[in-house]
């Protein structure tokens, strides 16, 4: 079965850190997200991209880079972590004509 | 500024009733809305969408139904479920293919037996 995965799946760092997380689909889906869920502000984005070298800024990007070298990952990079970054991440992507986002099971991360 | 908003935060439900679960939007501009499920140390998972030129869709025990005058939406689980204790989230795009999804805040769903 297809499917999207991430990792770590939780973690734990410093402040000034860089971390990057992993996510990885195999669907071959263009469309692809990385979201942040914090407590009253539900999933919030931070990046996107619509296919291989291609990447965009989301609401939330401050802190953020992604990249995307091939179909199949969206890996995203915190560049010196901060303890506001703490957060359970979400990557996505999106099927084509359907609107209908596939999460992926989210990592946690802790900026101590 | 929250463009998605579930003012709910939780709701309780006997099971074998119905569960209604709310959402408004500001953005006029918002044509496509999808409920996601999910449940604790998962991912969300896709429940039930519609779009702006329908006011009602249906899927099993959910149906969405659409208010776009009054920029509300609801997602009625009828007969409720031990199983779909979890939280629900809806989203908004301006379009079906656009990739800016905005998100509520979620409403903690409980199914009593």
């Known amino acids: 079965d297809a499917e999207i995965t991430q990792s770590p799946r939780h973690k734990i760092t410093e402040t000034g850190r860089q971390v990057t997380l992993a996510c990885h689909q195999t669907?071959?889906?263009?469309?692809m997200f990385w979201y942040r869920q914090d407590l009253g502000h539900g999933l919030r984005l931070i990046h996107y991209s619509y296919g291989v070298q291609d990447t965009n800024k989301g609401e939330v990007s401050d802190g953020y880079s992604v990249s995307r070298s091939n179909t199949e990952d969206l890996p995203l990079t915190l560049e010196s972590a901060a303890s506001s970054q703490t957060s359970v991440y979400f990557c996505a992507s999106r099927r084509e004509n359907t609107g209908e986002l596939f999460f992926g099971e989210g990592s946690r991360l802790t900026v101590l | 500024d929250q463009q998605v908003k579930q003012n709910s935060p939780s709701l309780s439900v006997q099971e074998g009733r119905i569960s209604i679960l709310n959402c408004d939007y500001t953005?006029?501009?918002?044509?496509?809305f999808l409920w996601y499920k999910k449940y604790p140390a998962e991912g969300p998972t896709f429940l039930i969408s519609i779009s702006s030129i329908k006011d009602k869709n249906e899927d099993g025990r959910f149906t969405v139904f659409l208010n776009k005058s009054a920029k509300h939406l609801s997602l009625h689980i009828v007969p409720s479920q031990p199983g779909d204790s979890a939280v629900y989230f809806c989203?908004?795009?301006?379009?079906?293919?656009?990739?800016?999804?905005?998100f509520g805040t979620g409403t903690s769903l409980t199914v009593i037996p």
């Open positions: 669907w071959n889906h263009n469309n």
């Open positions: 989203a908004a795009s301006k379009t079906i293919t656009g990739n800016q999804f905005y």
């Open positions: 953005n006029s501009m918002f044509d496509y």
